[in-house]
């Protein structure tokens, strides 16, 4: 028996739609191994529909569910930070309004915990889905030399992730600095500091891919925000020498490259497995 409690961390914006937040809460409820407590960040006014059924929800609910709400939309991190700190339990497991977990993801995850209390992040595969269902493709998750990965890609599918809060918030929580690749840049920090980390094969996680998620990725804009991320994790010594170049090829070329390209770009490294 699981002795170990935790807590669900996700947020909710005015984008969100109710179908996909009732099939993402639904997912949590009926895990093979419950949460003991799920926190709702709602990023700024969300859709009325939305609120009334989470207030519906949260007041005929097994689990607790605790609603915290901004006044207005501050991005991710910002949010993310806030639900930090209205955890009670130090493990959190992240989750996104839009995906859907598999219904034995936690009990999965949480086991790996009580085998290793040293542990202080654990992420998986995901299953990565369009809005009429259809599979996209598998991210799977890096096994081995993440370190070495973390030097041009993310590590870990943000989504996936269960941490403990004392070391997040120890490191700093998630920079607000950060519109995208906040995640990213937060496991980078955890990494130089040789905390341990890893992954799990396990495709623990259904991910919703919106039709642009491309497109909407690429231009001026998020070159900027690469040069802000390589600024940052060159800052703290996570790239040094020749790597720099390399990260500043790899992660600004794609975001000029035709849609039909990228999309063929995007599908490589996204099925690649170390």
């Known amino acids: 028996m699981n002795s170990l409690k935790f807590s669900v961390l996700m947020s909710i914006y005015i984008n969100d739609k109710l179908i996909n937040v009732q099939d993402c809460i639904d997912s949590l409820v009926n895990q093979t191994l419950l949460p003991n407590e799920i926190i709702i960040v709602l990023d700024g006014p969300v859709k009325i529909e939305i609120e009334n059924y989470l207030i519906s929800y949260q007041k005929n609910s097994c689990i607790q569910i605790v609603i915290e709400r901004l006044d207005e939309n501050k991005g991710l991190p910002t949010a993310l930070n806030k639900g930090l700190q209205k955890c009670r339990y130090n493990l959190i497991a992240r989750m996104d309004a ?6 034995d993801r936690f009990e999965k995850q949480i086991a790996r915990f009580e085998m290793n209390p040293s542990l ?3 992420g998986g595969s995901l299953e990565e889905f369009y809005a009429d269902n259809t599979l996209s493709q598998i991210k799977y998750a ?11 890609r993310s590590p870990f599918n943000h989504p ?14 998630y920079d607000e600095e950060l519109y995208y690749a906040q995640d990213y840049e937060l496991w980078c920090r955890l990494i130089q500091l040789n905390f341990e980390v890893g992954n799990i094969e396990d495709v623990i996680l259904k991910f919703r891919m919106a039709d642009n998620f491309l497109t909407k990725r690429s231009g001026l804009k998020y070159i900027k925000i690469e040069w802000s991320l390589f600024q940052k ?9 020749l790597e720099k170049i390399r990260f500043l090829i790899i992660r600004c070329l794609p975001r000029v490259l035709p849609t039909i390209v990228l999309k063929q770009v995007y599908g490589l490294l996204r099925s690649f497995r170390l």
Do not use: A, W
């Not at 839009?98 to 219904?103: A, K, V």
């Open 160 to 173: 996936t992730v269960v941490f403990k809060k004392q070391d997040i918030i120890g490191v700093g929580g």
């Open 142 to 152: 890096v096994m081995e030399n993440i370190t070495q990965y973390s030097k041009l």
């Open 233 to 241: 994790l060159s800052k703290i010594g996570h790239l040094k020498g």
């Open 98 to 103: 839009d995906d859907i977990c598999s219904l």
């Open 120 to 122: 202080t992040l654990l």
